[in-house]
Nanobody, 114 residues
Framework: QVQLVESGGGSVQPGGSLRLSCAAS????????MGWYRQAPGKQRELVAV??????NYANSVKGRFTISSDNTKNMVYLQMNSLKPEDTAVYYC?????????WGQGTQVTVSS
């Protein structure tokens, strides 16, 4: 299993930006499915963005504002979040799926408020 540690969360005003980072305990391969999910209070965890084999997909609510990327040489997955809105407030979780396992990070809080 891959151990994942997120960082980069925090509080920001609407319209601001944050960059989340996810450090993996071992090498990430392009064949893995790597992604970011989020869970707001009282809501189910939802997919935000995924990347696999160089292909990315985004939730409609974040398209054009968020960008997922990975640096497999550094075992890192990133989520650049721009034009943040109050409805983006949630705990953000890094996720990696391999052929053998599914791994989650502990989550990082993102709060968007004026």
């Amino acid at each position: 299993q891959v151990q994942l540690v997120e960082s980069g969360g925090g509080s920001v005003q609407p319209g601001g930006s944050l960059r989340l980072s996810c450090a993996a305990s071992r090498r990430l391969f392009n064949t893995y499915v790597m992604g970011w999910y989020r869970q707001a209070p009282g809501k189910q965890r939802e997919l935000v963005a995924v990347i696999s084999g160089g292909t990315t997909n985004y939730a409609n609510s974040v398209k054009g504002r968020f960008t997922i990327s990975s640096d497999n040489t550094k075992n890192m997955v990133y989520l650049q979040m721009n034009s943040l809105k109050p409805e983006d407030t949630a705990v953000y979780y890094c996720h990696v799926r391999t052929q053998e396992s599914i791994s989650w990070g502990q989550g990082t809080q993102v709060t968007v408020s004026s």
